[in-house]
């Protein structure tokens, strides 16, 4: 199967490498040209080349499975719906963007990947006339509320890799992780509120009147949305409780069943083929741009772990966090966010800079620890022009991934990593 996903990987690295725009396609060869050197020169067999480069077909497929969402969307008119719905809520910015924050946390605590395009599809064109930045707007929101949620969601890899490192506990993580990733929010929030949105009390309310929506409709619709969103939790634990796959695949069947079930009710309707070529020219060619960069990156960080470049580093970085002893938990959170910039993924960082934390004697409790890496990693996400979360974002929205990751998180990134450490030390000191 592993060598079927490698056949099926290659051809579309070949077949969708042309088609990339000029900045994507230069980060591609670029993370391309560095994991193929890496894997040749250490001399990696033909086993460890297939698992690099299919390291990331999860990720690709779910992004693919999701983006299926915004055709009942489109159909069903459901843009509108959350417009006159979120417009009648909320008379604000500020009220909008703690609303996006909250609802894109709790999607991405099960849909994962996914929620971007989901999210997307559903606030795009009603954030476009209602807010006055919406690149901003939109990317830190969902950068920054899905990044929040590797501090506490089970099926997060991040999480499970902290807790793989360092022998603490889900169970134990949950409720710090829970609270830290709510502090995230709470300092979003009042960072954009302070220096981005806007205070005027109200925005564009006309479209209400355009529209001429009543409540009843609109009502039924967000029970459509509510419902789907149930379906999608209820079915991903059914999959879980059954150990149908990774937690990934649950995901992604999970998608592609409920998808098709609400698609089906819309075949009939005219516009039924116009929303076909929406998704395909809109959303699933900008997947396809994605896909081979995210199968370069997946190569080159697999090629690094691989290759034992971190074998040099670690007996250095182990004498350092023994001097540094305390000091260790601000340190390596650091390193990690800046091996992320340098394209490193997160999931290669916390391996390895687990191992350190946890063979040195720190007066801290180890949750502590624990909290540390995936501080780390949650910042990662953010701030890491080089993540698959910014990235994507800079696709759809069509913007610059440097805006994204330093130009508009750099403030909060540097705010939430301090207050993460605190917390970190004061759960594990006081708990």
Not at 300 to 321: D, R, Y
Not at 371 to 388: E, K, R, T, W
Request: proline share 3%; aromatic share 12%; hydrophobic share 55%.
């Amino acid at each position: 199967m592993s060598k079927l996903e490698f056949v099926v990987v290659i051809a579309v690295l070949v077949s969708s490498i042309m088609l990339m725009g000029k900045v994507f396609k230069k980060v591609t060869l670029l993370f391309l040209f560095g994991g193929v050197t890496l894997l040749l020169y250490s001399g990696q067999p033909f086993t460890i080349w297939v698992m690099a480069t299919n390291s990331m077909m999860n990720v690709i497929s779910i992004l693919f499975v999701m983006q299926l969402f915004s055709i009942p969307i489109e159909i069903g008119g459901y843009n509108s719906a959350i417009h006159y719905w979120l417009l009648k809520v909320h008379k604000g910015e500020a009220g909008l963007f703690l609303f996006v924050t909250i609802v894109t946390h709790i999607i991405s605590s099960f849909l994962s990947f996914g929620t971007i395009p989901v999210m997307i599809s559903l606030l795009e064109k009603t954030l476009k006339r209602n807010v006055s930045n919406y690149e901003r707007f939109i990317s830190t929101a969902i950068s920054r509320s899905y990044a929040l949620v590797v501090l506490w969601a089970p099926g997060t890899i991040n999480l499970l890799l902290v807790v793989q490192a360092t022998g603490v506990g889900w169970i134990e993580l949950f409720i710090p992780g829970l609270i830290l990733s709510l502090i995230g929010i709470v300092t979003s929030y009042v960072i954009e509120r302070k220096l981005n949105l806007s205070a005027k009390t109200t925005i564009v309310g006309d479209y209400i009147s355009d529209c001429k929506l009543s409540d009843t409709p609109i009502r039924g619709k967000v029970y459509h949305i509510i419902l789907v969103v149930l379906s999608l939790i209820a079915g991903t634990m059914i999959f879980a409780n059954m150990n149908v796959g990774s937690s990934t695949n649950q995901i992604m069947l999970t998608g592609f069943i409920v998808v098709l079930t609400w698609t089906a009710f819309f075949v009939r309707r005219p516009n039924f083929k116009t929303a076909l070529s929406a998704y395909w020219r809109d959303r699933l060619l900008k997947a396809v741009d994605l896909a081979p960069l995210f199968v370069s990156m997946g190569i080159f960080s697999t090629a690094v772990q691989q290759a034992g470049l971190f074998n040099f580093i670690q007996p250095a970085l182990q004498v350092i966090a023994n001097a540094m002893g305390l000091w260790s938990m601000v340190l390596v959170p650091i390193l990690m966010i800046l091996c992320a910039i340098a394209g490193i993924h997160p999931f290669v960082s916390i391996v390895l800079f687990g191992q350190i934390l946890t063979t040195i004697q720190l007066p801290i409790a180890p949750v502590s620890v624990a909290l540390c890496l995936a501080l780390g990693g949650s910042i990662s996400y953010i701030i890491s022009p080089f993540a698959g979360i910014v990235l994507t974002l800079a696709k759809f929205i069509n913007c610059r991934t440097f805006d994204i990751a330093l130009r508009w998180n750099w403030l909060y990134s540097l705010l939430f990593f301090i207050e993460g450490i605190v917390f970190a030390y004061v759960w594990g000191h006081f708990r």
